[in-house]
T-cell receptor, first 114, second 115 residues
């Protein structure tokens, strides 16, 4: 089956630094990837839609200058949290859409900003 | 804007009991509805996907029904086992716009099956 990986699975960083999270589709090409954020005991909230070779589309209320998304190839999208603050601590999950429009989810990245 | 609600938020049952998880959505114009399982600190595993034209889907002990007109879906898990303990998420994809593949998620139902 289709597999999506994320790296790293956990990251702890200091306030003010930037963190990059990678999302890869391992056995299929994904023209579209999605980035979600999940706070404890809450649902997944879509942050942005990432299209290969073009700018990401951000959901209302998501700062595009803070959450930089790059979808440079059909198998890789990256999310960079710039100048991270403790309130950015969350569980970030990506998903990738295959040619049949099915979405496959990565295992998530736990970000802790101290 | 599509709103997805899941009730109850948490559920604890003894092993062997059947589970009934509810999901409701405000906009009935959906393309499909999907049920996911999420273990603590992990990503999502797709369980069942129901197209808007379907009434139910089954996989093993799992059965999901869809009543699009009333904006409801129910996930049934028969003969629950401790390994079924997890959070179950419901997500809908809207029918419009057609090229919009976004999913709207409910907050989930956290299930605990006691041995």
């Amino acid at each position: 089956g289709a597999v999506v990986s994320q790296h790293p699975s956990r990251v702890i960083c200091k306030s003010g630094t930037s963190v990059k999270i990678e999302c890869r589709s391992l056995d299929f090409q994904a023209t579209t990837m999605f980035w979600y954020r999940q706070f404890p005991k809450q649902s997944l909230m879509l942050m942005a839609t990432s299209n290969e070779g073009s700018k990401a589309t951000y959901e209302q209320g998501v700062e595009k200058d803070k959450f930089l998304i790059n979808h440079a190839s059909l198998t890789l999208s990256t999310l960079t949290v710039t100048s991270a603050h403790p309130e950015d601590s969350s569980f970030y999950i990506c998903s990738a859409r295959d040619q049949f429009h099915e979405q496959y989810f990565g295992p998530g990245t736990r970000l802790t900003v101290t | 804007k599509q709103e997805v609600t899941q009730i109850p938020a948490a559920l604890s049952v003894p092993e062997g009991e059947n589970l009934v998880l509810n999901c409701s959505f405000t906009d009935s114009a959906i393309y499909n509805l999907q049920w996911f399982r999420q273990d603590p600190g992990k990503g999502l595993t797709s369980l069942l996907l129901i197209q808007s034209s379907q009434r139910e889907q089954t996989s093993g002990r799992l059965n999901a029904s869809l009543d699009k007109s009333s904006g409801r879906s129910t996930l049934y898990i028969a003969a629950s086992q401790p390994g079924d303990s997890a959070t179950y998420l419901c997500a809908v994809r809207n029918a419009r716009p057609l090229n919009d593949y976004k999913l709207s998620f409910g907050a989930g139902t956290t299930v605990t099956v006691r041995a």
